[in-house]
Nanobody
């Protein structure tokens, strides 16, 4: 079992930047595809970004493409989400997730993912 702990959320003005981190426990981190989801108040959870186990392949939601960058450091068991040009509509709780493939992260019900973090709140003021 892998355990995920997010950090780096906070309050930022529109146009600003934040970097989220997700530290994973366990020795099999490099075997998992990793991703970020978010949930705004009153909304369903939505896919933000995913990265393959090797880090060679990345995927983004259209709403964040060109502004957000997902990356990972398998030596540090950590995945990152660099968020630039933030907008008020990016305000949400951001969750780190792990599963076996990026295809599952993109297309399978989030309820079926292998592991979830506890979430970190990002608030973007206008």
């Amino acid at each position: 079992q892998v355990q995920l702990v997010e950090s780096g959320g906070g309050l930022v003005q529109a146009g600003g930047s934040l970097r989220l981190s997700c530290a994973a426990s366990g020795r099999s981190f490099s075997s998992y595809a990793m991703g970020w989801f978010r949930q705004a108040p009153g909304n369903e959870r939505e896919f933000v970004a995913a990265i393959s186990d090797s880090g060679r392949s990345t995927y983004y939601a259209d709403s964040v493409k060109g502004r957000f960058t997902i990356s990972r450091d398998n030596g540090k068991n950590t995945v990152y989400l660099q968020m630039n040009s933030l907008k008020p509509e990016d305000t949400a709780v951001y969750y780190c997730v792990a599963d076996f493939t990026t295809a599952r992260l993109r297309y399978v019900s989030p309820n079926d993912f292998y592991a979830w973090g506890q979430g970190t709140l990002v608030t973007v003021s206008s």
